[in-house]
């Protein structure tokens, strides 16, 4: 395998991006060591994959996998990266009965799985107490519907209440700074009662999901590292990373945008530390260069799953011999669709992976296309997805 920077400058789109020769070739050694259940394969979720993929997937539409907090856009954290927006854009279903009437309609929409979350309260935890009976009623007359639940901290009796009512996959924030949890989430609660949580979630049979928000301390990297020791003690179904966006941030409490170097190391860490869980980068990180440049030190760190990847990460990876599926939805990794077909390894859909590099590279203007030499990597194994929202 030739030298990864040289690699990299092959890739069209990522022309004039800013990577640390360093950390590049560390990622390289690294890489080169790595043996894993999880090392070497890598899916992209992306709604534009959409017009390359196989008729398997011509049911994703607009509500495929919809977001429902239970308390529509209420939260008493107003934590100082979000201030409860995340909740916003979510349909409110306030009563067991609305949920029950919401899920009906999304189903008849077309939904195949829906988000289940809410605000929190003083505590950090969504009240669901009302709920259970209703999601139990949900799953048990429509099983094939999934449901992900963002569970925040729970005891063991709400862990296990969780796993008595049926849902598919319970994902959780781990924080490991004490800090982090007094001053960004304002929060009277400790590292401990986090690491509590994932040990009970873990503990039932429920598929769990933890996420580790990077540069959660306003912008700065703090906790991370002990939130990944913390998920190595209870090893979950996967872990999805994500990296603040601080837009709601207020003035006098801003965020810095976190170093995409400083995110990449990250990276590297969490895949030595974790070679046998998937792991997957979600949605949320800032836009523009930053983002191109922190997805390709995620193709190159390892991980397994890259939502909405920049144009060239599907190149890049098949440039560096990753065994390489793509997965025509946006919402997967937020719900835990990826986790839910973990248990298989096949999840994603077989596409013409020349197609869609091609096509990424025909977006760059002045650029003809040509892939002389890529050695092109198709996965096998077309299966029903979830949906997207775009
Ligand atoms: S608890 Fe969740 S929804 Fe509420 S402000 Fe914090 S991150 Fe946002």
């Given at each position: 395998m030739s030298n990864w920077l040289e690699v990299i400058e092959r890739?069209?789109?990522?022309?004039g991006i800013d990577l640390d020769a360093g950390l590049v070739s560390g990622m390289q050694k690294q890489f080169a060591g790595m043996a894993g259940d999880h090392i070497g394969r890598v899916n992209f979720y992306t709604p534009t994959f959409k017009a390359y993929?196989?008729?398997?997937?011509?049911?994703?539409?607009?509500?495929?996998w919809p977001a429902i907090s239970i308390?529509?856009?209420?939260?008493?954290?107003?934590?100082?990266?979000?201030k409860a927006k995340i909740l916003e854009p979510m349909i409110a279903a306030r009563t067991p009965e609305d949920l029950w009437r919401t899920v009906n309609e999304q189903i008849n929409g077309g939904a195949q799985g829906m988000l289940l979350t809410g605000g929190s309260n003083h505590r950090n935890e969504v009240e669901y107490g009302d709920y259970y009976s209703t999601i139990r009623r949900i799953k048990d007359t429509f099983p094939n519907f999934k449901i992900a639940m963002h569970t925040a901290l729970v005891d063991m009796d709400i862990a296990r209440r969780m796993e008595d009512c049926g849902i598919d996959a319970a994902m959780m924030d781990v924080i490991g700074s004490q800090d982090t949890i007094t001053?960004?989430?304002?929060?009277?609660?400790t590292v401990d009662d986090f690491e509590k949580t994932l040990e009970y979630l873990v503990s039932t049979t429920l598929k769990v999901v933890p996420h580790i928000v990077i540069g959660l301390h306003y912008g700065n990297l703090l906790g991370e590292w002990n939130a990944l020791e913390m998920i190595r003690r209870h090893t979950p179904q996967a872990v999805v990373l994500v990296v603040v966006?601080?837009?709601?941030?207020p003035e006098n409490r801003p965020f810095v945008t976190p170093q995409s170097s400083e995110v990449g190391r990250f990276f590297m860490d969490a895949r030595k530390a974790l070679p046998d869980v998937p792991l997957l980068l979600g949605c949320a990180r800032p836009p523009g260069r930053a983002k191109m440049e922190i997805d390709s030190y995620a193709v190159m760190a390892g991980l397994n799953g890259i939502a909405h990847?920049?144009?060239g990460m599907v190149e890049l990876a098949v440039r560096l011999e990753r065994n390489v599926r793509v997965t025509p939805a946006c919402c997967s990794i937020a719900i835990g669709d990826e986790v839910m077909a973990i248990e298989t390894s096949e999840s994603g859909l077989q596409v013409d992976i020349e197609r869609v590099i091609a096509h990424e590279r025909a977006k760059?203007?002045?650029?003809?296309?040509a892939l002389a030499g890529i050695k092109v990597v198709t996965s096998g194994m077309p299966e029903a997805v979830g949906g997207c929202c775009s």
């Open positions: 890739v069209e789109p990522l022309e993929a196989s008729s398997e997937i011509s049911g994703c539409g607009k509500s495929a308390t529509g856009g209420d939260c008493k954290l107003q934590c100082d990266h979000c001053q960004v989430y304002h929060l009277r609660r966006m601080p837009f709601y941030a990847p920049s144009d760059r203007p002045g650029f003809g296309g």
